[in-house]
């Protein structure tokens, strides 16, 4: 098996902070003695951070997160993948040079300016005609608006009452997710992207919501009052208590797909019942399409992931666009159309799940200030 560079100098940083687990020791080792230039490149990072700034860097790195920074600084400064070795050591070298220059220096623009940066998107909630609330910025804080009666923790919204005319928005940005707990006690969890409006209290014969985005719900049993979700499109779901997920970023294209219970999607012209382990889809022009559904690939944004097969690259491009809160340009739009199995895992960074793509999906990409360019 072929390793990248960027792999190997991680296990380097490993070894040289005597963190390095026995098995990844041994690989390492393997690649020294088998490989002439990884060889090289391991006598050189020794050499560097012997001597110089190198050393002094080392001498500072007290914590794991500081040798945990390092080695994420090092990945950064060589963005483009390395499958074979021949010819890198000096490129090696110098990512480590830049790597240290890195971690000592302020960091400035070119042109000796400071450098802008955007300011952190928030989660948004607003009551009617109220003023907007950032919801992600509060602890655990009670939230008066008007008649309603609210409670936020900065991951949960519990609606506690309120006049039943009053109805909220709630926007969740790019890189975020954020679950709210509807007055009936009904759970909505909203993924990247997404807009839902209800209401902040349920009234009358029927419990009814919007959502534009995707969100997983797990509808609270009230066999006296149906509850329904308004779609793109003029679709809606019908339930009486269930679980199912939301997926309608692409307006043209809403999908729900059913994990518990029975629902109905509906649609002017046309009402199909659902059964669990089934999704329907709805496409524009086109009647409802109902197939089972792979459990892990639809609700694994749920855990942090998104489990790609098969997938084109332009799809995934738009998931990374929502998790990441990234743009990206297609340079050449046959690269799109190129499929990639895989996983991209919310905790990490966004440069690992690159790295996987471009080994295997026979995708280049690079950056272009804070633009992702794929090629």
């Given amino acids: 098996m072929n390793h990248t560079a960027e792999e190997i100098k991680s296990l380097m940083i490993d070894k040289l902070d005597n963190h390095i687990d026995p098995e990844d020791e041994l690989l390492l080792q393997r690649l020294i003695t088998e490989q002439e230039d990884v060889q090289l490149m391991w006598e050189e990072m020794q050499q560097l951070f012997s001597v110089g700034k190198g050393k002094e860097l080392m001498e500072k790195l007290d914590t794991g997160e500081e040798w945990e920074n390092l080695n994420r600084a090092l990945k950064k400064a060589a963005r483009k993948r390395v499958i074979r070795y021949t010819g890198?050591?000096?490129?090696?070298?110098?990512?480590?040079?830049?790597?240290?220059?890195?971690?000592?220096?302020?960091?400035?623009?070119?042109?000796?300016?400071?450098?802008?940066?955007?300011?952190?998107?928030?989660?948004?909630?607003?009551?009617?005609?109220?003023k907007e609330i950032d919801l992600s910025a509060g602890g655990n804080e009670a939230i008066v608006a008007g008649d309603a009666r609210l409670q936020n923790n900065g991951k949960t919204l519990t609606l506690q009452g309120g006049a039943s005319n009053q109805w909220s928005t709630i926007s969740v940005p790019s890189g975020m997710d954020y679950q709210v707990k509807l007055s009936d006690s009904s759970i909505l969890w909203l993924n990247a992207a997404t807009t839902a409006h209800f209401p902040v209290n349920f009234s009358g014969n029927i419990r009814e919501i919007e959502v534009r985005g995707e969100a997983y719900l797990q509808v609270a049993k009230d066999a006296s009052r149906p509850f329904i979700v308004h779609l793109p499109g003029g679709a809606a779901i019908e339930v009486l208590g269930t679980s199912f997920n939301i997926n309608s970023y692409d307006p043209a294209i809403v999908k729900v797909a059913l994990v518990e219970g029975n629902v109905n999607m509906r649609t002017s012209a046309q009402t199909v019942g659902l059964k669990p382990g089934y999704q329907a889809s709805l496409s524009a022009g086109s009647p409802i399409q109902v197939a089972p559904f792979d459990h892990r690939q639809v609700l694994s944004w749920m855990k942090g992931q998104y489990i790609f097969s098969n997938t084109p690259v332009g799809e995934i491009a738009l998931t990374l666009q929502r998790w990441y809160d990234v743009e990206i340009v297609m340079d050449n739009q046959d690269v799109g159309k190129k499929c990639f199995t895989g996983v991209i895992n919310k905790q990490k960074e966004l440069q690992d799940f690159l790295e996987n793509l471009t080994s295997t999906a026979e995708v280049s990409y690079y950056f272009k200030g804070n633009v992702l360019h794929f090629k």
């Fill in 88 to 130: 890198i050591a000096a490129g090696i070298a110098a990512a480590v040079i830049a790597a240290v220059a890195y971690l000592r220096l302020p960091q400035a623009s070119p042109a000796g300016k400071m450098v802008a940066t955007a300011p952190p998107k928030a989660i948004l909630l607003k009551i009617d005609n109220g």
